[in-house]
């Protein structure tokens, strides 16, 4: 059952990764930072998301994708260079929670 645990919420920040990367990563960071939600020993490796250079750096990603969404051209290439980006922002997201290899083996 642990295992189904780590993968359902490894694939569930991966998907909201996926659709907005910053806005995830902001809003983990923040309930991890001020202790709106608890982590399990499971998911400490997601504590580096609670540290404040991680949640001012996603923030200010997530404000420039919020105006850059309101100009047609900047939303274009924005979206076709985070095309690339998001994808791979949610596979390290969900690498993070799953953690080395090994730990599915278990």
């Known amino acids: 059952m642990d295992r189904l645990n780590l993968l359902s919420v490894a694939l569930g920040l991966a998907a909201l990764a996926g659709i907005n990367l910053y806005l995830t990563v902001f809003a983990t ?5 001020f202790h709106w939600i608890t982590l399990g020993p499971d998911y400490q490796a997601l504590d580096i998301l609670g540290h404040p250079a ?18 047609p051209w900047v939303d274009s290439i924005w ?8 994808p791979i922002g949610g596979a390290l997201l969900a690498i993070q929670v799953i953690g080395h290899p090994a730990l599915l083996s278990r």
């Open 54 to 71: 991680v949640i001012i750096i996603s923030g200010v990603f997530y404000f420039l994708e919020f105006f850059a969404d309101k100009i």
């Open 29 to 33: 960071g923040l309930a991890i930072h």
């Open 79 to 86: 979206d076709a260079v985070h095309t690339v980006i998001r």
